[in-house]
């Protein structure tokens, strides 16, 4: 394979940069030349690539967002768009596509694999969703970032003596949930994965409030949603003020923390390694702290549980 592509997919992520600038020089370190695609398949389908150096991805390890930008291609989802894609690649010269992003971005990859150009999918999304990997980039950011916004609202909600409902990310998935929950002390959290009705939340608060704590955090997933009534109840049927806040994009954003630079290199190399030996269709994934990689169709049909000894972890010791 002497010419490969990149192209990040899907939601932005911290260590998107690092794991492009370590895709373009493990390649060019290998003697192949690399094209960028921009804006995900969107740019791929309009034959928007650019060519890559050792430099063009210089001083970018320590930003987020993507160099290469992003979209979500609802034309990619449909027959015609993937054989556009195809062709666009052969076009430039792209024998093999290394794609960051999440799940949807792999079905695009499997699809684009059958079509004759070997894919290899790297996990991106602050989520944490992607079954075949313990680790996707942009989680341990998001979680600092999520963490760290939550520790600003404790000043305020400490001071008044208030409650607040906190919103954090993770589409239809509690881990970032739950590990954000753990990390501030949150006195309930309320995941998709876990049934926690909010009068049981309430019934949570009194106990507390009998031990003489006066001001709460309780943290939402978004998969769970609906912060404002849940304060609106709260605060009702506890009679501590209560006050909502969603922290959105905020948690997208900010320079990747050391361990997503790092896991976004060691993923960079082993994906471009995968395509010099000729291998397509497969995604490379972090299992028990090791580098491992996994057929597409695989990795697409795994399931991932919320981690529930955390859950429990989480439930005894914020009393
Ligand atoms: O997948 C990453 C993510 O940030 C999710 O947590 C969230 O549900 C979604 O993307 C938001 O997407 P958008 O940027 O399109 O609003």
Do not use: W
Request: hydrophobic share 40%.
């Amino acid at each position: 394979m002497k010419t490969i592509g990149v192209l990040t997919s899907g939601g932005d992520a911290p260590g998107m940069n690092a794991a492009v600038r370590a895709v373009v020089r493990t390649a060019i370190a290998n003697g192949m030349t690399v094209k960028g695609v921009m804006r995900g398949y969107n740019g791929l389908i309009e034959g928007d690539i650019i060519d890559l150096n050792a430099r063009s991805v210089s001083d970018i390890i320590n930003r987020g967002g993507t160099m290469l930008y992003t979209a979500r291609s609802p034309r990619f989802r449909e027959e015609a768009g993937i054989i556009e894609g195809a062709e666009a690649c052969k076009a430039a010269g792209i024998e093999g596509l290394v794609v960051i992003g999440g799940d949807g971005s792999f079905r695009g990859a499997r699809d684009l694999s059958l079509h004759g150009i070997p894919c290899v999918g790297i996990p991106g999304t602050i989520d944490n969703d992607i079954a075949c990997t313990d680790y996707t980039l942009g989680f341990d950011t998001a979680m600092n970032t999520a963490m760290e916004m939550v520790d600003k609202i404790r000043d305020t909600s400490q001071s008044h003596d208030r409650c607040s409902v906190v919103e954090v990310m993770g589409r239809h998935a509690g881990h970032l949930a739950l590990q954000c929950g753990i990390a501030v002390g949150a006195t309930a959290i309320m995941v998709p994965e876990v049934e926690l009705s909010v009068e049981e939340v309430i019934a949570r608060i009194k106990a507390i409030q009998k031990t003489g704590k006066r001001h709460f955090i309780v943290v939402v997933a978004e998969g769970v949603g609906g912060v404002e009534e849940i304060a609106k109840q709260i605060e009702a049927g506890t009679g501590v003020v209560t006050r909502a806040t969603t922290l959105g994009h905020v948690q997208r954003g900010g320079n990747p923390t050391v361990r997503d630079r790092v896991r976004a290199t060691q993923l960079g190399y082993a994906a471009v390694k995968l395509l010099q030996e000729g291998k397509g269709n497969r995604v490379v994934a972090i299992k028990n702290n090791t580098v491992v990689d996994y057929d597409i169709y695989e990795a697409l049909n795994m399931k991932k549980d919320l981690d529930m000894e955390m859950y429990e972890i989480a439930n005894t010791t914020s009393i």
